[in-house]
């Protein structure tokens, strides 16, 4: 067996047998990592309090040769998300984060960006930046990251800079100008508040961004259909997390 140490966060918890819980962590080094935590479940276990949603923590765990699941020895909490799981909402938001992680990162390949992402991102929610501000910084950075997200900079078609608004086509594969999207069938315009959002994020950390004032509400909600769209073409499916976090505060808000 080999023993391994790292900083992690908390992306999954679910139960194994009677006792046992399997944890999915995202570390820097080593990407998702999927463990056993044995007697977690128990009301005295040394887990007790240790893994919750989006926690950071320092872990030790031995991997064997050949096995699917590593076993966890133990769990040092470094930072909690209590304060931003509280209220259903962030509970919603939490798992919305964890399952672009849990789908876009990969076992055993070095996830440091993604888990600078996250990590930041829990830290900007915790400090009181906007909810929707964060989420639509968090879905673009993760499509970026895994090289699918749309230039907001130059047209692919012709090259020329996107001066403005563009035009994103039927297949989402990127953003053209407005001059080529004019003929393009089943394209959809994109505002130029969202081209400028969308290039202002590469440049901008998301405590920045909301500090000067991150954006308007009615160009949140475009980038978060252009972040939806992308995403969908490319999984060919939605985020199960994304149907529920918004059918269920459609049913709050319409109570």
Known sequence: MTLHTAEALLLDVFDLHDQDLIVTLLTRERGKVRGVARAARRKYSRFAGQLQPLAKVRVVWFEKSGSDLVRLSSVELIRTADALVRGLEGILLAGYLAEHMLEFAQENEESDHLFRLLDSTTEALLAGVDLDLA?????????????????????????????????????????????????????????????????????????????????????????????????????????????????????????
């Open 135 to 255: 989420t639509r910084y968090f879905e673009a950075w993760v499509l970026r990251l895994a090289g699918i997200f749309p230039s907001p900079l130059q047209c692919p078609e012709c090259g020329n800079e996107l001066a403005e608004a563009a035009w994103m086509p039927a297949g989402a594969e990127g953003l053209i100008c407005m001059s080529c999207g004019e003929s393009a069938v089943g394209a959809t315009r994109v505002s130029a508040g969202a081209v400028d959002f969308l290039r202002r994020i590469g440049v901008t950390s998301l405590r920045r961004l909301a500090a000067g004032g991150g954006a308007p509400a009615d160009t949140l909600s475009e980038v978060a259909d252009i972040n939806a769209r992308v995403r969908r073409t490319f999984l060919q499916r939605e985020l199960k997390s994304h149907r529920v976090m918004y059918d269920t505060l459609a049913r709050v808000e319409g109570a």
